[in-house]
């Protein structure tokens, strides 16, 4: 955990990564006796600055409308990652402010084995809460609370903040209702890198269709929620409240691609209507920009990189 704590507090810095220590100083009688020396930071060139603090932004918005959104109240001041371990044996929570750190583990540490917490007892459900208690202590007793600090001078130079319709993951031209600010590394000539279908191709990703919510499922994201304080015009940090955003229907879905396709000849059935919008529920399907093209299959698949071989895969010879 404490290797856990120092790598997060080096996200919260960039990339300097502090040494960890459990005592800062030993006392006798009134006078100090020894002192811990406080041993500069170590730099981790694994990944620059811009590339620190891509990830600090999306641990933020963990906070503000993924995992733990239970305290999304706090998403401009703090960055984190929940985590559950298979059958809730585990539940964690990492995470950090401008100027504290902390991990919180909840789990039987003498049981006989592994033992569960129980079903649902997540890293959202019972670490978050422990981590607000401890968040909002240290900003009573040991630094103001303060919003997360923005990006450095060097890591703003090959850093753009755009905005991002929150629906579709689609790049827009106008903040508004629906939209998030996201941080895009800039290429060598200084223009956008454009990654959106490095990985997963246009087409493929057009085929994704919205699952109905499952069971004790957060409705919708943050700033479409009650209540929720930063969506007011000029204060806003994740865009402005609004009306939900309907998506039109996904033009490449066809209700015959099972595996039978339509082999007996049956007339394709029409696409099944979307599940209604809720208030506070955001559609999922992917919205298509009016002036980009219509994806091509073989283009794309030309274009993605390789399927690699995961080496730390149970099942051998299977790739992902």
Do not use: C
Request: a negative charge; zero cysteines.
């Amino acid at each position: 955990m404490i290797d856990l704590a120092a790598f997060y507090a080096a996200i919260a810095n960039e990339g300097e990564r502090p040494t960890p220590h459990a005592i800062a100083s030993v006392e006798e009688d009134g006078r100090t006796v020894w002192r811990d020396d406080g041993k500069p930071p170590v730099w981790l060139g694994s990944a620059d600055r811009a590339s620190f603090y891509q990830l600090k932004s999306m641990l933020q918005g963990v906070v503000a409308r993924g995992t733990a959104n239970a305290m999304r109240d706090l998403a401009p001041y703090i960055a984190g990652k929940t985590g559950t371990s298979e059958d809730e044996n585990d539940a964690w929570f990492a995470g950090f402010s401008n100027d504290v750190t902390v991990v919180v583990w909840v789990g039987y540490d003498n049981g006989d084995g592994r033992r569960t917490l129980g079903g649902g007892e997540t890293g959202g459900h019972v670490a978050v809460p422990i981590f607000r208690q401890i968040v909002e202590a240290s900003w009573a007793d040991y630094a103001p609370r303060t919003a997360l600090a923005p990006p450095s001078a060097e890591a703003r130079r090959n850093l753009v903040l755009l905005p991002v319709d929150l629906a579709s993951g689609n790049r827009v031209t106008q903040r508004g209702p629906g939209t998030i600010t996201e941080a895009f590394r800039r290429d060598a000539d200084g223009q956008v890198d454009d990654t959106q279908y490095r990985i997963v191709s246009e087409l493929d990703a057009s085929t994704m269709y919205p699952r109905d919510d499952e069971p004790g499922d957060q409705p919708g994201y943050a700033n479409r929620q009650p209540g929720y304080p930063y969506g007011q015009p000029g204060n806003s940090y994740y865009g402005n409240n609004g009306p939900p955003q309907v998506v039109p229907q996904n033009p490449y879905y066809n209700n015959n691609r099972g595996l039978f396709g339509n082999w007996f000849g049956n007339p394709p059935a029409p696409p099944p209507a979307p599940p209604p919008v809720r208030p506070g529920q955001s559609a999922r399907v992917p919205a298509r920009p009016p002036d980009r093209p219509l994806p091509d299959r073989q283009r794309d698949y030309q274009a993605s990189p390789e399927r690699r071989f995961d080496s730390d895969n149970l099942w051998n010879n299977r790739t992902n």
